[in-house]
């Protein structure tokens, strides 16, 4: 079993940079991909960014291509989403996502997500 829990959002200006991390209780990452995705209000959950179990592929929603960039720190018990050149419309709740595989598959088949941590964009 895994535990996520996130952390690192907040509120910054257009053009700012935030930093996320999500950490993993009671078991590493060791073998598991991770990712993160993100749900604006009034909107479905949307894919932000994966990393394979090995940690050596990434995988990123075109929307933040370029801006944003996930790793896997700390001996693998922490995933980060480094996210710069931020804008209004990154505005949303980020969860963090793990399973056993080599990648992650379709949201609904998951099995471990952490609470969310919000994040807010002004303009």
């Known amino acids: 079993q895994v535990q996520l829990v996130e952390s690192g959002g907040g509120l910054v200006q257009a053009g700012g940079s935030l930093r996320l991390s999500c950490a993993a209780s009671?078991?590493?990452?060791?073998?598991?991909?991770t990712g993160w995705f993100r749900q604006a209000p009034g909107k479905e959950r949307e894919f932000v960014a994966a990393l394979s179990w090995t940690g050596e592929a990434t995988y990123y929603a075109d929307s933040v291509k370029g801006r944003f960039t996930i790793a896997r720190e700390n001996a693998e018990n922490t995933v980060t989403l480094q996210m710069n050149s931020l804008k209004p419309e990154d505005t949303a709740t980020y969860y963090c996502?793990?399973?056993?595989?080599?990648?992650?598959?379709?949201?609904?088949?998951?099995?471990?997500w952490g609470q969310g941590t919000r994040v807010t964009v002004s303009s």
């Open positions: 996502a793990a399973d056993r595989g080599t990648v992650l598959g379709p949201m609904n088949r998951i099995n471990f």
């Open positions: 009671g078991r590493a990452f060791v073998r598991y991909a």
